[in-house]
C-alpha cells in the first residue's frame, strides 16, 4: 500500500510554455502533499506543501505566480510550472502523507524529469 | 532553523562488506528521523524511521540505524552489503510539523 505516482515521467517542453505535472495517491488518502525539487547529484529542496482543499504554502524563494500547486482532491496533486524556461529544468518530486497522530511518514512518487529547450 | 548534515558525500564498498553511513542532526528536541534510499531514476523508498522508544531501529533490506541523542546523530548501517544496494542515501528530519529537510547526500558504489 501506500503508492505514489506520478504523470509524465519526461518532459521536454519549449521555453516559454506551461508544463502540468500529476501527483496523484493510488491506494490512500493523502490529506498533504508535498512538491520537491531536485537538482543533479543533490538533495530534494521542498518547495511547497498543500493540504486538500486550500491553497498550496510556499518554501521562501520559490515563486508561487510560477509553480501553481492544486490540490483539489484527497488523491490529486498538481504542479504547473508557467512560462518554464531552461534553469526550471529539473527533477519534481512529490510526496504524500496520511496525517496520523504516529506518523510523519511522506510516500514519494518516482518523480519527473523536466527539460526545458 | 533545523540542519542535517551528512557528512560523507561518497562511500565505496565491497560487496560483503559492512557499510555505515553517517547522519547529524541540529535541532532543539528530538525530532523524526528518517533514512531513505533512492536508486536511479527512481523515487525514493523509506528504509527506517525513528520516533521514539528504543533507538537501535531495524528496517528493510537489512539496514538498522541507531539513534544517539547526545551525539544528535543517526547513522545507517547493514552488515553484508549486496550489489543492489548501490543508490543515493539521504538522511531526513522533521521537527514539529510533517515537512522534511534532508541532507546531502550520500552515494554509495559497491565493487565486486
Known amino acids: 500500500g501506500a503508492v505514489v505516482s506520478q504523470h509524465p515521467s519526461w518532459v521536454i517542453c519549449k521555453s516559454g510554455t506551461s508544463v502540468k505535472i500529476e501527483c496523484r495517491s493510488l491506494?490512500?488518502?493523502?490529506?498533504?502533499m508535498f512538491w520537491y525539487r531536485q537538482f543533479p547529484k543533490q538533495s530534494l529542496m521542498l518547495m511547497a506543501t498543500?493540504?486538500?482543499?486550500?491553497?498550496?504554502?510556499?518554501e521562501q524563494g520559490v515563486e508561487k505566480d510560477k509553480f501553481l500547486i492544486n490540490h483539489a482532491s484527497l488523491t490529486l496533486s498538481t504542479l504547473t510550472v508557467t512560462s518554464a524556461h531552461p534553469e526550471d529544468s529539473s527533477f519534481y518530486i512529490c510526496?504524500?502523507?496520511?496525517?496520523?497522530?504516529?506518523?510523519?511518514?511522506?510516500?514519494f512518487g518516482p518523480g519527473t524529469r523536466l527539460t526545458v529547450t | 532553523a533545523q540542519s542535517v548534515t551528512q557528512p560523507d558525500i561518497h562511500i565505496t564498498v565491497s560487496e560483503g562488506a559492512s557499510l555505515e553511513l553517517r547522519c547529524n542532526y541540529s535541532?532543539?528536541?528530538?525530532?523524526?528521523l528518517f533514512w531513505y534510499v533512492q536508486s536511479p531514476g527512481q523515487g525514493l523508498q523509506l528504509l527506517l524511521k525513528?520516533?521514539?522508544?528504543?533507538?537501535l531501529v531495524q528496517g528493510i533490506k537489512g539496514f538498522e540505524a541507531e539513534f544517539k541523542r547526545s551525539q544528535s546523530s543517526f547513522n545507517l548501517r547493514k552488515p553484508s552489503v549486496h550489489w543492489s544496494d548501490a543508490a543515493e542515501y539521504f538522511c531526513a528530519v522533521a521537527p514539529n510539523d510533517y515537512k522534511l529537510s534532508f541532507g546531502a547526500g550520500t552515494t554509495v558504489t559497491v565493487r565486486a
Open positions: 525513528y520516533f521514539s522508544g528504543d533507538t
Open positions: 491506494d490512500f488518502q493523502a490529506t498533504t
Open positions: 510526496s504524500a502523507s496520511r496525517r496520523t497522530s504516529q506518523s510523519r511518514e511522506q510516500y
Open positions: 498543500s493540504n486538500e482543499g486550500s491553497k498550496a504554502t510556499y
Open positions: 535541532y532543539g528536541a528530538t525530532p523524526y
